[in-house]
C-alpha cells in the first residue's frame, strides 16, 4: 500500500500563531504514526494579503518548532497556470462561468442569503451572458472572477454557497481552486485543517467531483481558542509564535500546552 501524504498549507499573510501551530503539530504527528509523507504548501494566491515576510516567517517558525517537511515546497503564486488550466476545463463543461460585475454591482444584484465565507448569494446577470460575449468582453480586457453556476449543476449546495466565487477578480487564482487542483496534483491521501474550514469542504468535493479527481480523507479539528474563548485569527492580532517565542516559550512548552507533546 502506498504511503499516505499529509500537508500543511498556511497562508502567507500573517505570522503564525498557536491554532496553526497545532494543525502543523497535528498533521506531523499522524503523518510519522502511519509512515506517511508531510509537504508544506505555501497558499499565496492573495497577492494583495501575501508577503514574502511572512512566507519566511512561517519557514522559521515551523523549524523552531522543529518540525520538517519534504520538498520541494509548493508555492501556489508560482502554478497560477495549473489553477488556469482547471478553470476551463470547468468553463468548458459549463460548470463555471466569468462574473463581470464590481463588487457593488454583484452587491446591488445579491440575494438575502450569505455564504460561510460571509458573501451574499450571487443573483446577477453574468451566469446568461453567451459563451461568445463573454470571451468578447475578457479579450477587451475586463476584469472578471469565476463563479459555479451551482444552481445549473443542481447540486445541494446551491443553498449553502450559491453561485460561489472560486476566482478572484484581480487575482490569478483563489483558494478553492487553488487548494483543490494542488491536493490532487501532489497525491495527498489526508486533508487535516481546522473547523473554521469545514463548510468549504463540500465545495472542494464539488470541484473535485466536476474534475474527475480523487477525493482525499477529510479531517476538521477543533480551533484552539484565546482566554475569551474566540478563535484565533491573525485579524484580532493573536499571539503569535514569535511573540510567544520572543517572552521565552519554547517548542516543547508549546506542544504540551497544545497537548502534541
Ligand atoms: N491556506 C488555508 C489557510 O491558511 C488553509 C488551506 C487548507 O488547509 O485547506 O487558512
Not at 495549473?82 to 476551463?88: G, T
Not at 481552486?177 to 473554521?196: C, H, P, S
Request: include cysteine; hydrophobic fraction near 40%.
Amino acid at each position: 500500500m502506498s504511503r499516505p501524504v499529509f500537508r500543511f498549507a498556511p497562508s502567507p499573510n500573517g505570522y503564525l500563531h498557536l491554532g496553526h501551530a497545532y494543525s502543523a503539530l497535528l498533521n506531523a504527528r499522524m503523518a510519522a504514526e502511519s509512515d506517511g509523507h508531510l509537504l508544506l504548501r505555501i497558499e499565496d494566491t492573495d497577492e494583495s494579503r501575501s508577503r514574502p515576510e511572512f512566507v519566511k516567517a512561517i519557514f522559521d517558525d515551523l523549524a523552531w518548532l522543529g518540525l520538517s517537511w519534504e520538498e520541494p515546497v509548493r508555492v501556489q503564486s508560482q502554478h497560477f497556470a495549473d489553477y488556469h488550466a482547471n478553470l476551463m476545463r470547468l468553463w468548458n463543461m459549463g460548470a463555471i462561468y466569468p462574473c463581470f460585475c464590481s463588487r457593488k454591482q454583484a452587491l446591488a444584484r445579491s440575494l438575502p442569503v450569505r455564504d460561510p465565507d460571509g458573501q451574499p448569494h450571487y443573483g446577477g446577470a453574468c451566469r446568461a451572458l453567451p459563451r461568445h460575449e463573454a470571451e468578447a468582453l475578457i479579450a477587451r480586457g475586463n476584469v472578471f472572477g469565476w463563479r459555479v453556476g451551482m444552481n445549473q449543476l443542481g447540486d445541494p449546495q446551491a443553498a449553502v454557497w450559491g453561485d460561489a466565487m472560486i476566482a478572484k477578480r484581480h487575482a490569478g487564482s483563489s483558494y478553492h481552486i487553488a487548494v483543490v487542483t494542488d491536493d490532487a496534483l501532489q497525491g495527498v491521501t489526508d486533508v487535516v485543517r481546522g473547523k473554521d474550514i469545514e463548510p468549504a469542504t463540500p465545495l472542494h468535493m464539488l470541484l473535485q467531483r466536476l474534475l474527475g479527481l480523487p477525493a482525499p480523507r477529510y479531517l476538521h479539528h477543533d480551533l484552539v481558542r484565546d482566554a475569551e474563548g474566540r478563535k484565533l485569527s491573525k485579524s484580532i492580532a493573536s499571539t503569535s509564535l514569535r511573540q510567544l517565542r520572543a517572552a521565552g516559550a519554547t517548542p516543547d512548552g508549546i506542544r504540551h500546552q497544545l497537548g502534541l507533546a
